[in-house]
């Protein structure tokens, strides 16, 4: 980053996703941990629904808070 310059994106809308090895069984298998960065809340996921449900949640939670709509 250029000193001095806005960052694009918000670090309140960041997150941090691990996904854990697929099975050769199941290669669409989604599972890991997702961390956000500001508030450092962590879940574990083992279907791409219950990753984006706790990106959701989060995100309204940081809309909530800042009045942003």
Do not use: D, K, Y
């Amino acid at each position: 980053m250029i000193p001095g310059s806005q960052p694009t994106l918000p670090t309140n809308r960041a997150f941090v996703v691990q996904f854990r090895v697929s099975p050769t069984v199941a290669p669409s298998c989604w599972e890991g941990r997702v961390e956000h960065v500001v508030s450092g809340q962590v879940a574990h996921f083992r279907a791409v629904e219950e990753l984006l449900a706790f990106m959701s949640r989060v995100l309204t939670e940081v809309q909530e808070e800042s009045g942003t709509p």
